[in-house]
């Protein structure tokens, strides 16, 4: 993504060749801020705190968060110290378990002195591969809204996005945005609604944020508006990512997104998801049943936070003292209610051998 006329991946190695550059995602919209992640510490902070969020960007800091361990002490011991730590920092996201577990199965079978610099290489090489999966994402979906195109004679194509599935939650292109920026480049007029998601508005802070930097005319709108906008057809599809998906299909993503698939399927509105293969969890079949859910501080809901134009931090309550938030931050929405996935090897039902047919060589519990 270019920002300012310079390119710009949201995570990259720092000039000195050691410490990880990321962007402070906690600044967004009113300051663009890198910061140098040195240590294990730093990275797990980072991620737990949401400094870095989006399932592909929280894999690709871990795996950066390991190297850093590593440089730091490469023993065994520090090795399942650091996975341990890292595994821990946020639960739902499967990008991190998977990460994880690519860099334990690389970097154990090498002599400690190996590690630091294969750590590093890994790292590098699963952020490179994030821009190419996305690229791909971004080629597959750009089909879809040309077809819409069509069918609407030019005229622009509608998309409901929630969260921010795009190139803030990736290493660059983002998922779910892939194809809305690649539609864009290619002159085919699009115009995005952005969930604001609420409570930490991702949509609002990020995703306004990136369409703004890019040219795509959107708009931004309370999560309830999703249903009134496909009751009066301005909505053509949705188009959402995903933390973790099942291999049948079921679609984990930020709160609120199982409301948007119940009204697109109520109004005959198409309902995508896209996601990088790293995000299929082979391990579960049932969502509800199989995914463990972020619950964060109550606080997130009766107080919103953010930032001012002069950077000094706004936090201000919402409800009356003594009524208590609950946060779940994810939910599930079940396959039957998702029209298909958009994948880097292309589209495929939200099914069990629609994924697998794409995916053959993943199987059963990998
Ligand atoms: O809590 P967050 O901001 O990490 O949640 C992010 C999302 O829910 C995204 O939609 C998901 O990670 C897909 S990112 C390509």
Redesign the pocket.
């Known amino acids: 993504m270019k920002i300012d006329g310079t390119a710009y991946r949201t995570i990259w190695l720092n000039a000195d060749g050691q410490g990880v550059d990321i962007l402070d995602q906690t600044r967004f919209p009113h300051a663009f801020e890198v910061i140098t992640l040195r240590d294990l510490d730093a990275a797990a902070t980072a991620i737990r705190d949401?400094w870095v969020?989006?399932?592909?960007?929280?894999g690709a800091t871990a795996a950066y968060g390991m190297a850093l361990a590593l440089r730091a002490d490469a023993s065994d011991t520090a090795l399942a110290a650091a996975h341990e730590r890292l595994l821990a920092t946020?639960p739902?996201?499967i990008?991190l378990r998977w990460a994880l577990e690519r860099c334990r199965a690389r970097l154990a079978p090498l002599s400690p002195r190996d590690r630091p610099g294969a750590a590093y290489r890994l790292a590098a090489e699963i952020c490179d591969e994030d821009v190419a999966i996305?690229a791909a994402i971004g080629e597959a979906g750009l089909a879809l809204i040309r077809e819409m195109s069509a069918r609407k004679g030019g005229a622009p194509v509608n998309i409901l996005t929630?969260?921010?599935?795009?190139w803030l939650?990736?290493v660059d292109w983002?998922?779910?945005t892939a194809p809305i920026y690649k539609a864009h480049d290619a002159g085919i007029p699009v115009h995005v609604w952005v969930d604001e998601t609420r409570p930490?508005n991702?949509g609002a802070f990020?995703t306004a944020w990136e369409l703004g930097r890019h040219g795509v005319p959107h708009h931004v709108v309370v999560d309830n508006a999703g249903g009134h906008l496909m009751q009066h057809g301005k909505v053509d599809m949705v188009i959402?990512?995903?933390?973790r998906t099942t291999a049948r299909g079921d679609v984990c993503?930020?709160i609120g997104?199982y409301l948007k698939a119940l009204a697109a399927a109520d109004n005959g509105v198409p309902f995508y998801v896209?996601?990088?293969s790293p995000?299929i969890d082979f391990t579960v079949e049932d969502g509800l049943a199989g995914i463990p859910i972020?619950e964060r501080s109550g606080r997130e809901v009766t107080h919103i936070a953010g930032r001012g134009p002069d950077g000094v931090a706004v936090d201000v309550q919402l409800t009356p003292d003594g009524s208590d938030g609950f946060n779940p931050?994810?939910d599930v929405t079940p396959a039957r209610l998702v029209t298909g996935l958009i994948t880097e090897r292309g589209l495929c039902p939200a099914t069990a051998e629609g994924i697998a047919g794409l995916f053959p060589e993943r199987g059963a519990r990998s």
């Open positions: 949401m969020r989006g399932a592909p960007l929280i946020r739902t996201a990008n996305n929630h969260c921010n599935a795009g939650a990736t983002g998922t779910a930490r991702q990020l959402v990512g995903t933390d993503n930020k997104t896209a996601l990088p995000t972020e931050a994810f």
